[in-house]
C-alpha cells in the first residue's frame, strides 16, 4: 500500500481501462513504432487498447492466475473527496517454473497480433526482439514479475504515484520470494534506483540496449 494519504494502488477494473490507456497512449506515444503498437490517442483508439489489454491478462491469468496484472494508482482530492485514476502500470507475475516451450511464447500484448500488416507488425517486433530475448537468457522460465507500461498523469506527477505502483509490484514479489524486472527508460530509472532496483550488468548486449533490464530481488529470495 502507499505512504501517502490521498493515493491508493489496486487492481484495475475492466471499467478503468480506457482511462488506463489513456495514460498509456499519451506516455508512450512518442516512442518507436507506438503508432502501430498503441495508435492515437482518442476515445474509440482508447477503448481498442482497453480490449486488447484486457485479452491479455485473461491469456495471463488462465495460466498464472495469483495476480491479475493491470493496477492502478488512485488520487483522491482531500477538498471535493473526488478520485481520479493517475498512474497504470502492469505486473506479469509467474509464479511457478515454465519450460522454454511456455516461455518463448510472449503473451498477446507483446504478440501485436492486431497489427494486421505482417510488414509493419515484424519492424515492431523486431525492434523488441533485444530485449525480450535478453529477459529470456536472464530468467530462463524461473519465478519473476515483469513490470511494464509503467506511465503516471503529467499533471500529478511527483505526487508518490510512481513509487507507488512499483512498490505494488514489489510487496508481490517479497510475498512470493520471486525477484522483479523491468526495461527502464531514463526518466524512470532515478526512481527504481531509489526503490533498490539495480542495473543488469550482463554483457555487451546491455549498453546496446534503448531501455536497460533493471532487477529487484527481495531479502527472501535466492539469488541465481
Known amino acids: 500500500m502507499s505512504s501517502k494519504p490521498n493515493i491508493r494502488v489496486e487492481t484495475a ?7 488506463c490507456m489513456e495514460l498509456v497512449l499519451d506516455a508512450f506515444g512518442p516512442f518507436p513504432n507506438f503508432d502501430l503498437i498503441g495508435g492515437p490517442n ?3 483508439n482508447r477503448k481498442l487498447n482497453a480490449e486488447r489489454h484486457l485479452r491479455g491478462y485473461r491469456e495471463h491469468l488462465e495460466k498464472y492466475p495469483s495476480v491479475s496484472p493491470g493496477i492502478k494508482c488512485v488520487y483522491t482530492d482531500p477538498q471535493t473527496r473526488e478520485e481520479r ?3 497504470f502500470a502492469e505486473w506479469f ?3 511457478r517454473e515454465r519450460t522454454e516451450e511456455e516461455y518463448m511464447v510472449e503473451n498477446y500484448i ?5 497489427i494486421e500488416d505482417e510488414v509493419k507488425r515484424k ?3 523486431d525492434a523488441m526482439e533485444p530485449e525480450i530475448a535478453l529477459r529470456r537468457k536472464i530468467m530462463k522460465g524461473r519465478p519473476f514479475a515483469l513490470l511494464c507500461y509503467m506511465c503516471v498523469d503529467p499533471g500529478y ?16 514479489c517479497a510475498e512470493l520470494g520471486i525477484p522483479g524486472y523491468l526495461e527502464a527508460s531514463e526518466e524512470g530509472m532515478k526512481t527504481y534506483k531509489t526503490l533498490g532496483w539495480e542495473v543488469y550488468e550482463g554483457g ?3 549498453g546496446k540496449m534503448m531501455f536497460p533490464p533493471m532487477v529487484w530481488w527481495p531479502a527472501n529470495a535466492e539469488r541465481w
Open 13 to 19: 477494473r475492466e471499467e478503468d481501462m480506457p482511462r
Open 42 to 44: 482518442t476515445e474509440e
Open 85 to 87: 485514476i493517475i498512474g
Open 93 to 95: 507475475v509467474w509464479d
Open 110 to 114: 507483446l504478440r501485436m497480433e492486431w
Open 123 to 125: 519492424r515492431c517486433l
Open 157 to 172: 506527477r511527483r505526487r508518490g504515484a510512481a513509487t507507488a505502483c512499483v512498490r505494488w509490484g514489489m510487496e508481490r
Open 204 to 206: 555487451e548486449e546491455v
